[in-house]
């Protein structure tokens, strides 16, 4: 009987560090490293790894205001030509210079839907209580 609680003991101990989802700040998830994360409809996650858990931020896509809305090469939100889709807005290119979802680096929009941004080190859990 030991044996099994020990055993149980153990499992839990285990699937804690793994599996580890649960609410993280205003607006973050957490997840274990190996955590199949649920589908997210009409939206994107932007995620943050350490050692035993990836921070994820999840937003919708914006609505794309063009006629002929352009289907990104990376990710799932779409945007109008001259426009960027980032973290649930969209922006003009060349026209924001914003904190990016990580919480520490500065991003601009560009052509093609691709966002440029500097290089300073981001820590997951910071970029859960920091203001973007």
Do not use: W
Not at 5 to 24: D, F, K
Not at 93 to 102: A, M, Q, W, Y
Not at 113 to 128: E, H
């Amino acid at each position: 009987m030991l044996r099994i609680s020990l055993t149980v003991i153990v499992v839990i101990v285990l699937l804690g560090i793994s599996y580890g989802r649960e609410q993280y700040g205003d607006y973050c998830e957490k997840f274990g490293l190996s955590e199949i994360q649920p589908p997210i409809f009409n939206g994107e996650r932007f995620c943050l790894s350490d050692r035993n858990y990836k921070y994820c931020r999840s937003y919708n896509c914006p609505t794309p205001d063009c006629l002929h809305p352009l289907a990104p090469a990376t990710g799932v939100c779409q945007y109008c030509e001259g426009k960027c889709s980032y973290g649930g807005t969209m922006y003009n290119i060349g026209g924001f210079s914003i904190k990016c979802l990580d919480g520490s680096n500065m991003c601009a929009c560009s052509r093609n839907n691709r966002i440029l941004k500097t290089r300073i080190a981001a820590y997951p859990r910071d970029m859960c209580f920091k203001k973007t």
